[in-house]
């Protein structure tokens, strides 16, 4: 792709409503997290997927557990969040939504309290910095971990989003797929939706979710991760479609992800075709920018020579993601404020 176009994508600026804190890591802080632990003997291929390469979802998940194992300090957490949000800023993003699994280290002393207010601080020092770039945070329950915890996360959650100004918006149910019911997790979900958290779920990632996807759409949540298996073409079925337009429920599609991941088979076999044609709510995201070597510039690109989308659609595109953001309107007014002020320099 030649310089020109990849110069629009960077600088068209976007949102990111999908990005786990672990998964965005980059090269450049995986080099620092390596040297800073040499004895784990951690290589760089066993925390990213480079260009081309496939792996199975169980492998993929994998890759998560090493880079965990590089991640246990506050400093450790400190470093990547804002490198994470840094990189992000540099590639034309104005909001991020990063999400994240407070977790607890034994050897380390790392509680799950101190893990949220660690990614707080990178955000608060960021601001300080005058970073261009609107970070929030989406406290994330791994699935594996079961009804407990899954309250104890949204207890957490609920503390942070009362005492961080705004900091805190929502909720995120990650973790992998093949793990776990949502039935288990519904009153936790249910407990976070009543207090005002907002809600993002992984949702029908692998086939065989379909019981499980229905149920957790009568919360109804606010935005649905993926959705690969919903639509009635790949095994879904049309009431589940029905849901998600009745509901008007967002969809965060990251199409690298879902191609390394092996659940799509290619590009143009992406999801995405289906609810855009449909004039489905849509945003891209990333999803792992680290873990899939790729970047939100990138994946519109790819959307774009993919499905054939003009500059004016891509524009668009980025545009509209504002409107489903976790943030409160006056965050959306600012947002679509700075479009307007970018728009003329990118179509003169
Ligand atoms: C395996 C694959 C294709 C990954 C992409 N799809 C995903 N599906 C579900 N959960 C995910 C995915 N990517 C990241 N996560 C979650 O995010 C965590 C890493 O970020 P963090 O530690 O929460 O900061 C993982 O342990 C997992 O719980
Ligand atoms: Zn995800």
């Known amino acids: 792709m030649d310089n020109e176009a990849d110069a629009f994508y960077r600088e068209l600026p976007k949102v990111e409503l999908h990005a786990h ?6 090269f450049q802080t995986i080099e620092k997290l390596i040297s800073r632990k040499p004895h784990l003997n951690i290589e760089h291929g066993m925390t990213a997927i480079g260009k081309g390469q496939l792996r199975t979802l169980d492998e993929c998940f994998q890759v998560f557990k090493v880079i965990h194992q590089l991640v246990d300090t506050e400093e450790d957490i400190l470093m990547v969040a804002t490198d994470v949000i840094k990189e992000f800023a540099a590639d034309g993003v104005k909001y991020l939504e990063l999400r994240s699994t407070p977790r607890e280290e034994e050897n380390t002393g790392l509680t799950k309290k101190r893990y949220v207010e660690t990614v707080i601080k990178a955000i608060q020092q960021c601001k300080s910095e005058e970073v261009d770039i609107d970070v929030r945070f989406l406290v994330a329950i791994d699935r594996r971990n079961g009804t407990e915890v899954a309250m104890e996360t949204v207890k957490l959650a609920e503390e942070f989003m009362l005492s961080t100004d705004g900091l805190v918006v929502g909720l995120d149910l990650s973790g992998d797929p093949k793990v ?38 009568n919360l109804p949540p606010d935005r649905i991760g993926h959705g690969t298996f919903l639509h009635p073409e790949v095994g879904g079925s049309q009431s589940l479609v029905d849901k998600m337009v009745q509901n008007n429920i967002p969809l965060e599609l990251c199409l690298t992800s879902n191609v390394k991941g092996q659940t799509v088979s290619c590009y143009s076999k992406h999801h995405f075709k289906y609810w855009y044609q449909m004039g489905h709510p849509s945003v891209i995201c990333t999803d792992d920018k680290g873990v899939f070597s790729t970047d939100l510039s990138q994946e519109y690109q ?5 499905f054939g989308l003009s500059r004016e659609a891509v524009w668009k595109l980025s ?21 307007i002020d970018i728009q003329p320099q990118m179509f003169k």
Do not use: M
């Open 21 to 26: 804190l672990n998964g965005s890591v980059s």
């Open 319 to 339: 545009q509209q993601a504002i409107d489903y953001i976790f943030a409160p309107d006056t965050v959306k007014q600012q947002l679509k404020q700075k479009w």
């Open 302 to 306: 790819l959307a774009a020579s993919t």
């Open 180 to 217: 776990g019911h949502g039935k288990d997790l519904l009153p936790a979900l249910q407990r976070a939706k009543n207090c005002g958290l907002k809600l993002s779920l992984h949702l029908s990632e692998i086939p065989s979710q379909l019981e499980e996807s229905d149920l957790l759409l």
